[in-house]
């Protein structure tokens, strides 16, 4: 519900297949690539027609949800706790995009085999550097001996200081001056809609305080996947989506050209 997020699902990109989507769409086909069945979108209030249009084809699995007013990303997950039905649920945001480095599986898939594995709450993770803290939720811990790409969490702090995160939030293994920040996606485990509610008397609760309070209840780990996300609601974000994505797609090679002839033709004055 937000007004600075609110329509970025609709924007179209030309997806790697050359077809143009809705980031909606792309995201949806992510989530069925990790065999998700059920889709439940939290919407503004009124906005519920516009983004069945931008879900098509894929309808038919997904429950819209409206939020009445910009409270909060805690408050809108909380919304979606009778559509969860207590079970454990992926959550996506909807102002990212993802591709996978994996030869076979998704992001999407990657951190819903690794949260069936360890049976346990797992956020996926991406070594970010310094510089971008203020965007993401990130956190602390130790590498999970044994099992590549896996840490235990620890520590969770939203959008810190680069002085907190040296205070709290050094992993080891990581570069100097790099951080594990949210992907964007996680598996949650309905504890966390329990603690949501727990806040629900401080609208602006963010997530990130939720699964801090997670990490001192239950197990809980950081996946750093093969992939890579990008925040289109960022200066030039849906810029570098379809960039990515076209680069990762089946027209590579006349992108490519088209690139080289732009910075030929069109040099910096």
Sequence with gaps: AGPDQRTLPLQTLIDRDGQPKTALRILIEELVSARIEEVGVVVHAGDTATYRQAAEPHTGRVTFIEQDQPRGYGHAIRLGREF???????????????????????CAAQLVQAAAREDCA?????????????????????????????????????????????????????????????????????????????????????????????????RYLACELQGRRFDIGARYGL????LALALNGRDRDEVLTTLLELLIREPRS
């Design 84 to 106: 969860v039905g207590g079970e454990p649920f992926l959550l996506m945001v909807s102002d990212h995009l993802y591709l996978s480095r994996h030869p076979e599986l998704s």
């Design 239 to 242: 810029l570098t989506a379809q």
């Design 122 to 218: 797992v956020s996926a993770v991406q070594a970010t550097h310094e510089s971008q803290l203020p965007a993401y939720g990130a956190v602390g811990g130790d590498p999970l001996p044994g099992k590549p790409g896996l840490f235990t969490v620890e520590t969770v702090l939203e959008k810190p200081t680069p002085t907190a995160a040296e205070q709290a939030l050094m992993v080891p293994g990581l570069r100097a001056g790099y951080y594990l920040c949210f992907f964007g996606m996680h598996v949650l485990t309905p504890t966390v809609m329990e603690l949501l509610d727990a806040g629900a008397d401080r609208p602006a609760r963010h997530l990130s305080e939720a699964l801090a309070d997670l990490a001192r209840k239950e």
